[in-house]
């Protein structure tokens, strides 16, 4: 938008006024005023949405506040204390570890296989890529009843096939299991997870200089030391961002593994997004719900502060 | 672009403006709701439509209903409370009145409709169940008892003439299913959702003479029978007598289709399995009413108190005797409600006159029923503030038992152990 110098007439004093709406500091304050605009919804948001309940569950989470104490209590670091000798919700710790450790290794690793395979030239390879993005794209719930069945004691086709194959005499109750409900829930993350990370290092592939490749092939390199001395140096950069944002989404992750297991049996498939949810409404004990929940926020920072701070050198 | 200072101002200022005028509005102040479980089941809508339209006929009055999945009514009147969107009334199972008694919108009918006028018209057993605290704070539409029920063509498949008065002799019909009727859960306990393996153990404990929680709030699983009880339903489990990942509708599925012997349920196992079965009224003489089996011949079977509330939250349509809210609940407890909609239910109803009403006296499955489940007994884990935590705790340890993580002698040990830890926390 362009502005007019107006001329008053008044002398040289007032020739160098630009407009008679001319507002302090300028152009620059006006321009920092449609960016408060712009970032006012997203703000508000964000207030209302995630500030605001995270600051209230951060003043609960030293209260008592459950159904026999309808109106919240403070009582300091009790529910801190309670968590520490829990060995129920000191289980949830351990079981979220092994799931975040499993379902982000085996979707990096299956991952970078298929960006591998789908970095050939080969027969069919545009829609080979464009189907390999439909676990990414189904509903997350749907992905899980998907499995749900696959797994199921009485129906699943997993038991069909064995049963026909002669590997098992009797359907067993894969979800039932501790190791078995502990599977399930990580083949079902790293199904849908395995097309956003194959993305990623397929669009580091593709900047990978060819002759390079070719080069080293001249060379005498075989395909595994391809892959140890020129990829995967390459795709560094890459692999960090994959798998931080793996950690952080698999520590965060609730719909697939309550939709398939509920935390069950028992509290095998119990992580802390599962714990938190349990705790605030099945047992309805908000206060540790809020106590529980700090400390789960409090695991997912170390990986977010890494990511942001990866994310901010690079810009 | 660039904007000015007073563009800026004004765009802020609308902004907020819209932001408050588009706060969800307030119900009007004489709408009547009714969350309902009952409403949520495909089969049992008519039902409570039924009475929708009976009432608004009577009165004038429509009573909006809100559906609601059984396992997440609690949820939502919880949430609700938070939100301050509580609807008229809700519909409860009798187990949940001690945790939603704490709330402090919940009316006293002992006010609101008149002690008198509830005892004049309701057994004071019946009535107990929706008492809490010594007030009447919810009312009684439906009523029975949690007990065994037997599918007698799966029975005669595995070729046992009646159903087993012992434990002893129940294995072995147990064991004749389960060679007999292929692909069958001779025995549908339910062994997945805490809101119901509480209820199946409970069933067990007492029949090897045992008890969870005493009336004075004192821990006592932790001992022989309750043991006992959870060895006995882990070698089930071994067997393939019983299976894993079953809830109740799971359960009264199977029945329904003549893939299981039996299983626990209330009078409503009549009604799901005349749908579950798609046979109608021709399932009737599937469903037979036995006597849970006890530890020796003579001892007394038991089953569990069960029954359906209303409860009614504060509010202008529940404000005062004439209110619509209050209306609504009167008209629940009219014979017209009483002697339609518990039997479509296949539930006995609440009110003195109806129970002694011909059609219920005369009723050949509540007749079965009541010689076969006798006097129940209070759930001993639903009467507790802690309710859900408790059930939680026995659900988590029988699991463990069931799916060979623990010996039952270890988790019965640990049960006891959180389950006195929670009483002690605020039972």
Redesign the interface.
């Known amino acids: 938008?362009a502005f007019a110098v107006q001329d008053s007439g008044k002398g040289p004093a007032a020739a160098l006024r630009v407009s008679p709406?001319a507002?302090r500091g300028g152009?620059k304050?006006?321009?920092r005023?449609?960016g408060?605009?712009f970032l006012?919804p997203a703000l508000?948001a964000f207030v209302a949405v995630i500030l605001v309940p995270f600051l209230r569950a951060l003043g609960l989470a030293f209260t008592r506040y459950?159904?026999?104490?309808?109106v919240p209590e403070f009582i300091g670091l009790g529910n801190f204390h309670a968590i520490l000798t829990s060995p129920e919700i000191l289980g949830s710790f351990v079981t979220t570890a092994i799931y975040v450790v499993l379902a982000t290794a085996g979707s990096v690793l299956l991952g970078l296989s298929w960006a591998l395979i789908l970095n050939q030239p080969f027969r069919g390879r545009a829609a080979l890529r464009a189907m390999s993005l439909i676990p990414w794209v189904l509903p997350s719930t749907v992905t899980a009843f998907v499995w749900g069945w696959i797994f199921?004691?009485?129906f699943g086709v997993l038991n069909a096939l064995l049963t026909s194959l002669g590997v098992i005499d009797?359907p067993t109750?894969w979800?039932?299991?501790?190791g078995g409900a502990m599977t399930a829930i990580v083949i079902t993350k790293v199904w849908f997870s395995v097309p956003l990370f194959m993305s990623f290092f397929l669009a580091g592939l593709q900047s990978l200089d060819k002759e390079q490749l070719e080069a080293a092939r001249v060379d005498g390199a075989h395909n595994l030391a391809l892959l140890r001395d020129h990829i995967l140096p390459h795709l560094k950069p890459v692999m960090l961002v994959v798998i931080v944002l793996g950690v952080i989404g698999n520590l965060q992750h609730f719909d697939t593994i309550f939709a398939l297991t509920g935390g069950?049996?028992?509290?095998a498939t119990s992580v802390l997004s599962i714990e938190v949810y349990?705790r605030a409404?099945?047992?309805?004990?908000i206060g540790m719900a809020s106590a529980v929940g700090l400390l789960w926020v409090a695991t997912i920072l170390p990986a977010a502060w890494f990511y942001l701070r990866h994310l901010l050198k690079g810009a | 672009?660039?904007?000015?200072?007073r563009s800026?101002n004004l765009?802020?200022a609308s902004?907020a403006t819209a932001?408050m005028m588009a706060r969800p509005g307030l119900a009007a102040a004489t709408d009547v709701s009714f969350l309902s479980f009952t409403y949520a089941e495909d089969p049992n809508r008519p039902h409570v439509q039924a009475l929708l339209d009976g009432f608004k006929a009577k009165s004038g009055i429509a009573v909006e209903p809100i559906g609601s999945a059984w396992g997440d009514v609690q949820?939502n009147v919880?949430l609700r409370e938070r939100s301050r969107t509580l609807p008229t009334t809700a519909q409860l199972s009798e187990r949940w009145l001690p945790?939603m008694s704490?709330?402090?919108e919940v009316v006293n009918l002992d006010d609101a409709i008149g002690r008198d006028v509830l005892e004049a018209a309701i057994d004071p057993k019946v009535l107990a169940m929706g008492q809490a605290g010594g007030k009447t704070l919810a009312l009684p539409l439906i009523t029975g008892s949690i007990g065994m029920v037997a599918n007698k063509e799966v029975l005669e498949k595995a070729g046992v003439g009646a159903p087993p008065e012992t434990l002893d002799d129940f294995r072995k019909v147990l064991v004749a299913i389960r060679d007999k009727v292929p692909?069958s859960v001779p025995f549908a306990a339910a062994t997945?959702n805490?809101n119901s393996i509480p209820l199946d153990f409970m069933i067990m404990v007492w029949a090897h003479g045992g008890r969870i929680i005493t009336e004075e709030g004192k821990v006592v699983v932790n001992s022989d029978a309750a043991k006992a009880a959870l060895g006995l339903m882990t070698d089930f489990m071994k067997d393939?007598l019983i299976?894993?990942?079953l809830d109740r509708p799971d359960s009264r599925r199977l029945f329904a289709q003549g893939a299981s012997g039996f299983y626990f349920d209330a009078p409503q196992a009549l009604s799901f399995a005349r749908t579950l079965s798609g046979r109608g009224n021709q399932a009737d003489g599937m469903v037979l009413p036995m006597k849970t089996p006890v530890l020796k011949a003579g001892d007394t079977a038991h089953s569990i108190q069960w029954g359906h509330l209303v409860i009614a939250f504060k509010g202008a349509a529940t404000d005062g005797k004439d209110a619509a809210g209050i209306e609504w609940l009167k008209y629940l407890m009219s014979d017209e409600v009483q002697l339609s909609f518990p039997p479509s239910l296949s539930a006995l109803p609440v009110t003195k006159t109806a129970v002694a009403s011909p059609k219920v006296q005369n009723d050949p499955f509540f007749k079965a029923w009541a010689n076969a489940t006798g006097v129940p007994l209070t759930n001993e884990v639903g009467v507790w503030?802690?309710a859900?935590?408790l059930s939680?705790i026995i659900s988590?340890e029988v699991?463990?038992s069931l799916?060979g993580?623990k010996k039952p002698d270890a988790a019965i040990g640990s049960m006891a152990e959180r389950l006195e830890a929670s009483m002690a926390?605020?039972g």
Do not use: C
């Open positions: 938008m709406h507002e152009l304050a006006r321009e005023r449609v408060w605009l006012a508000i459950d159904l026999q104490t309808p199921n004691s009485r009797y109750a979800l039932s299991t501790s069950g049996p028992v509290r349990r409404f099945d047992q309805w004990d | 672009m660039s904007i000015s200072r800026f765009m802020m902004g932001a949820k919880l945790a704490k709330l402090p692909n997945k805490p393939r299976a894993p990942e503030g802690n859900p935590e939680t988590e699991q463990a799916l993580q926390k605020g």
